[in-house]
């Protein structure tokens, strides 16, 4: 298997978008993808999966059509839009109270292997065990199922829900979180190849914490740590 994530507007190649996108003109994060290109109907994730055939299948990580349900209205945890604000990191308010979309490879959580609970960044919730996480090869972190009853499935027909995935809410407070897909059988060994599912997930939406040291808190916005460039003492 080789995998490649990009991200691509409607209309442009996959080579043509695989550089890296516009930046959030309001945020300060470098790691976001512009508002315009993650909210737009036109936005898509892409990941180009090849298994020994000359032709990839593409697959979309998010829905075509943007989720127009309110993510404050019928969920138990509300808050004014300046207490969301008050309370969240820019990055983190612009995924899950704005349905924003974070750069692959940008969150520290892609990678983090221990054993633990990743919980909403906004309230708190139990969302996904590490269990389920699984390697993606798409940049962003990836599980097989999610907490039962914590995550919040889009409601769409069959055929868009299997092709172009569904939008992904915190059950507890509507926050964005990413977005599902029925390819996880691609992922032989892993958790996904038995569930079917792949949960793509914006890490800044979460935080995790260790199941074997209550000490252990990683925020999904903190970006990965750059190696260090050991050079010789002469």
């Not at 199941?211 to 970006?223: L, N, P, Y």
């Amino acid at each position: 298997f080789w995998f490649t994530a990009t991200r691509t507007a409607h209309g442009l190649s996959v080579s043509q978008a695989g550089g890296r996108r516009g930046l959030h003109s309001n945020n300060s994060q470098k790691n976001v993808i512009s508002e315009e290109e993650s909210s737009s109907s036109s936005m898509r994730r892409k990941m180009m999966i090849a298994a020994g055939s000359a032709t990839p299948f593409i697959f979309s990580a998010q829905p075509a059509l943007a989720n127009k349900k309110s993510r404050a209205d019928g969920y138990k945890v509300q808050k004014p839009d300046d207490e969301w604000k008050s309370i969240l990191s820019p990055k983190q308010y612009y995924i899950l109270r704005e349905g924003g979309t974070e750069q692959p490879n940008s969150s520290i959580l892609y990678t983090e292997k221990r054993m633990g609970v990743f919980s909403c960044a906004g309230c708190g919730s139990s969302l996904f065990d590490s269990t389920q996480k699984f390697n993606s090869g798409t940049g962003w972190p990836s599980f097989a199922t999610g907490v039962p009853g914590e995550v919040e499935i889009e409601e769409i027909n069959a055929v868009q829900k299997t092709l172009l995935g569904a939008e992904l809410r915190c059950n507890t407070c509507g926050g964005h979180l990413g977005d599902v897909f029925s390819d996880g059988y691609l992922f032989v060994g892993t958790p996904a190849a038995l569930s079917g599912k792949r949960f793509c997930i914006d890490g800044a939406a979460l935080v995790f914490r260790s199941s074997s040291d209550k000490d252990v808190v990683v925020r999904g916005d903190d970006t990965p740590q750059k190696a260090k460039t050991m050079t010789p003492k002469w």
